[in-house]
């Protein structure tokens, strides 16, 4: 099964001009809870699909609110020219395929 | 229950740093004027404080100023008596520049360079206040605060805060209530209710089909934030790793727990430069010859332009004065380095060329220069002149004036939390209509 197919959200936003965040949602306890004891969100997964220094990745776990998150410098700033994406709603995608065994 | 205060945060960098660089608001004047008439009605009816914050989206003088005239316009339109405090948070350079000198302003991570032809270059700065400047104004009288960049939460944690409430619930109390219904499980149409004690924060929502649940209070701390957990304000830090978040019934949370820990006095710096002048052209591509080899093409292209371009506008166009993007939409436009599927072909690319160059002059230039290449720059599939570019508008080219980029991703450290911040008080009294 792949990321998209559990969680109820996958989502990227700017974290002001300069971060980029990613949120991975989910509508109950259990599918949290499959994909946190999969092992398969971690830095160094996250670190490879967006081609960024893995020491440069923040992951949170953050149960409360059935959510993982994922902070990383903005490949770009917000509004550099050459930046496509202005509120980097659209950066989650390689999220979606993860595999969650 | 009556409340105590209505408060409202304006402002944004999300949509990107033109406002503040060009000292315009984001949002249409009448979208203002009809929130800002709800507050102020609805604050003189129940003789209770309204505060706007980062107000006229980007909080620079100019942005207050205009928010200024709307409610000036308000006032009289009503008959309202208003004591008016106009914070505002633009930043003197020459200060800037003394607290460079003397290892006061600090970098976030990641942070671009700074020195003083970085602040001497700025189009504009501002410094997020914090509450202290806010609750001086409700000290001295203000029905009406209306603030310069300020912090989201800052603008609803001001008043519980002067009344002795637990510094961590006042801060969460502000964060969950900064955004309106977006706390909610699904965004709609509707104001929140936050009720802060000695021990709990209530949050609930009032309009239809919305409702906050555990789950969505405790989600909201991680919207648009790099860290769900601390939050950094001027004063210090609130902490969520305790908190908790209970349902009280089906619409309303009562969280408890939450921290705050003192720290360093430091104000946010926002920073905008001008980047130069744009001019672009958008068109498409169906051509499955070209599609496939469509970079390499591209490059020709470019190649082609940047030789023209030498031709026709000489010394005054030199290649390290302009850039010239190609952005091809059905090609990595949107995700770029990033795109995990960069080798995938549609059946049709769309294109912008973009064209930045130090005046508007130059950029419409350079756009202009670039269509014919566009269109007929030839590939080895065909014999003969080809069109290969289907050109949206005629005229083609499109001017974007000024564009800017954010400059600073830094903070100031103050020797007081009033010190980057001036408060004029105003008298509005529309009460004397002629």
Redesign the interface.
């Known amino acids: 099964m792949i990321l998209a197919d559990i969680a109820n959200l996958i989502r990227s ?7 980029l ?1 990613f ?1 991975i ?1 989910f509508a109950d306890l259990a599918s949290y809870r499959r994909v946190k004891n999969s092992g398969a969100l971690n830095p160094s997964a996250f670190a490879k ?3 960024c220094p893995v020491e440069k990745v ?1 992951f ?1 776990e ?1 149960e ?4 993982f ?1 994922f ?1 990383i ?1 903005r ?8 930046d ?4 980097g709603g ?2 989650f ?2 999220l979606m ?1 993860v595999e969650i065994p | 229950m009556a409340p105590h205060f209505i408060a409202c945060d304006a402002g944004t ?6 406002s503040l660089g060009m000292g315009t608001p984001a949002f249409p004047r009448e979208a203002v004027k009809r929130d800002l008439l709800l507050m102020l009605l609805a604050g003189r009816k129940a003789n209770i404080p309204v505060i706007v914050g980062s107000a006229g989206t980007a909080g620079g003088d100019v942005h207050v100023d205009w928010a200024l005239e709307i409610t000036r316009e308000i006032v009289a339109e009503h008959g309202l008596t208003l004591r008016t405090a106009v914070i505002y948070a633009e930043q003197d350079k020459a200060y800037l520049k003394r607290l460079l000198h003397e290892n006061r302003i600090l970098p ?5 360079p700074i020195s003083e032809s970085i602040i001497d270059g700025s189009s504009r700065i501002v410094g997020m206040m914090g509450v202290e400047p806010l609750q001086q104004a409700i000290s001295d009288g203000a029905d009406f605060v209306l603030a310069g960049r300020c912090s989201d939460s800052a603008l609803f944690a001001a008043i519980p805060l002067m009344q002795g409430f637990p510094a961590g619930l006042a801060w969460h109390a502000g964060k969950v209530s900064e955004c309106g219904t977006l706390v909610c499980e699904t965004l709609g149409r509707g104001v929140i209710f936050t009720t802060i004690s000695h021990d709990a924060v209530t949050i609930r929502p009032y309009g239809a089909g919305l409702r906050c649940t ?2 969505s209070v ?2 909201h ?9 601390l939050h950094r304000e001027c004063s210090g830090t609130f902490d969520l790793t305790k ?3 209970e349902a009280i019934d089906d619409v309303t949370v009562r969280i408890r727990g939450s921290e705050f820990i003192s720290e360093t006095y430091t104000v946010k710096l926002e920073g905008a430069e001008l ?2 002048y744009q001019s672009i052209i958008v068109g498409g591509i169906r051509d499955p010859y070209i599609i496939r080899q469509l970079h390499s093409w591209l490059d020709s292209v470019r190649s082609y332009i940047d030789e023209s371009v030498a031709r026709v506008l000489g010394n005054k166009a030199d290649k390290s004065l302009y ?1 010239l ?1 190609f ?1 091809t939409y059905g090609i990595n ?6 795109e ?1 599927d960069p080798k995938h072909l549609p059946h049709e690319v769309g294109i912008v060329l ?1 064209a ?1 160059a130090p005046t508007q002059d130059m950029a419409h230039k350079l756009t202009q220069l670039s269509r014919q290449p566009l269109l007929h720059y030839p590939i080895q599939e065909w014999t003969g002149s080809i069109t290969a570019f289907a050109c949206l508008h005629n005229p083609a080219v499109i001017d974007r004036g000024p ?4 400059n600073l ?1 830094h903070v100031a450290v103050p020797s007081t939390p009033f010190e980057m911040f001036r408060t004029h008080f105003i008298d509005l009294d529309g009460s004397k209509r002629s």
């Open positions: 936003k700017n974290a002001g001009p300069f971060t965040t949120d949602m699909l967006y081609r923040r949170f953050c409360n609110a059935l959510a998150k902070s410098p490949p770009l700033t917000q509004g550099e020219l050459g496509g994406d202005m509120h659209q950066q995608i390689p395929n | 960098t999300d949509a990107g740093p033109f976030l991570d990641p942070a671009p555990p789950q405790a989600a701390s991680l919207y648009e934030n790099a860290n769900p957990y908190a908790t978040f980047a130069g850039s993007a952005h436009a949107v995700m770029g380095s990033l995990p973009e930045t564009v800017y980029r954010f991703n």
